[in-house]
């Protein structure tokens, strides 16, 4: 299924776990985003699908694998210009974000957190305006997949 995704953001975390961010169309409107991770001998894949757009300008997935950092990622509306993961004692964690790929009119984001100090909530700016969405905490993990939840 990924030969068909293209890749549309990717990078290193300090503890030099690489990742990449794919995202196809299962059909017209059902986008599927899924994050690779490398990391030494171990590897995972997982994320999640939904319609390109909901009415609301962010959809977030928190997922992690056995092994490997955990992760959000962010499937957002061109208008938003920044978002910023927020930890239980309030500490940020800046997305990274693509342009706007114009193959899905959407631009993508990911950040890497330790596990210790989960990512439990985002905050975007779309457009000038302030919004936030609540994540909830993924649960057991499935060799080389990976688990996530996804807040929309």
């Known amino acids: 299924m990924t030969d068909d995704l293209l890749p549309v953001l990717s990078g290193?975390?300090?503890d030099d776990c690489s990742w990449t961010v794919l995202a196809g169309f299962e059909s017209d409107d059902v986008v599927v985003t899924l994050i690779r991770r490398l990391k030494g001998d171990r590897k995972a894949t997982s994320g999640f699908k939904g319609p390109r757009t909901t009415g609301l300008p962010v959809r977030a997935w928190i997922g992690r694998a056995d092994g490997l950092p955990s992760f959000v990622m962010v499937r957002a509306a061109p208008?938003?210009?920044s978002i910023v993961g927020f930890d239980a004692?309030?500490?940020?964690?800046p997305?990274?974000?693509?342009?706007?790929i114009e193959a899905f009119g959407l631009r993508f984001g990911v950040v890497a957190f330790p596990e210790r100090m989960p990512i439990v909530?985002?905050?975007y700016n779309d457009a000038g305006t302030r919004d936030q969405l609540e994540l909830?905490?993924?649960?057991?993990?499935t060799p080389g997949k990976?688990?996530?939840?996804?807040?929309?």
């Open 136 to 141: 909830r905490r993924p649960g057991p993990s």
């Open 121 to 123: 909530r985002i905050v």
């Open 95 to 100: 997305l990274a974000m693509s342009q706007v």
């Open 89 to 93: 004692a309030g500490v940020e964690h």
């Open 79 to 81: 208008s938003v210009r």
């Open 12 to 14: 290193v975390t300090a």
């Open 146 to 152: 990976g688990s996530g939840w996804r807040a929309t």
